[in-house]
């Protein structure tokens, strides 16, 4: 079942998606040479504490950490760690969430580390932030989830990738409805699979974390012994994005990000729905 929410709980999770995109901007701050990925862990928690907010990474599952920090061919769920230190021309996402009042947020970004990246790193990353930006303008009352999916995966495919060939979509993790829990229904594909039909009529109220992978290789993954971190099976460096949203009345809200997705809309020609805090 999907959970459908109420203006009033919407203005919750917009409480939690600005926890949330607190600790981005400090992450993203911190995340420079010579930094640990724990260094950042800790960079979250406090954040979190002068919002008196909660986390939903820590303990989920057993994760044991506050966020996650998925390194160069680390696609998601990567253990924030003493041992892993940044290095100049590093790539890293940083996936995390918050809860306030029982309500979460979700969101994911990718992050250079100094300088000197790669063009093709660089248009990977810019790659998937869009798609996912073409998934958000796909939250339209009316379409359905498949409508989402092929949105991201179209305009991925309609992207040159520098030195050819095809970039690689995630097959073994995707997007999720969110709410009172962090992962919820429905499952979100980045791509469209036939089999699975059109999925659920998006209307207002719904709520989806719609969140691309894409590796500058292959679609495939897999998990290290430490049952959590996901590589790909090439090597392949990869990039994550990812933000929680909210369909209204009054169109799509992002509620992970600081002006509620406001100006990216708008280059899809959309207008964000009002934010509720302001």
Known sequence: MVQIKTPEQIAKMREAGLVVAAIHAATREAAVPGATTKDLDQVARKVLAEHDAKPNFLGYGGFPA???????????????????VLKDGDVISIDCGAIIDGWHGDAAYTAFVGSGHAPELVELSRVTEESMWAGIAAMKPGNRLVDVSRAIETY??????PGGGRYGIIEDYGGHGIGTEMHMDPHLLNYVERRRGKGPKLVPGFCLAIEPMVS?????TQVLEDDWTVITTDGTWSSHWEHSVALTEAGPLVLTAPDGGKAKLAEHGITAAPDPLA
């Open 66 to 84: 506050t966020i996650c920090t998925s390194v160069n061919e680390v696609v998601v769920h990567g253990i924030p760690s003493d041992e892993v």
């Open 156 to 161: 991925i495919r309609r992207q040159p990738k």
């Open 216 to 220: 500058l290789g292959t679609a495939k």
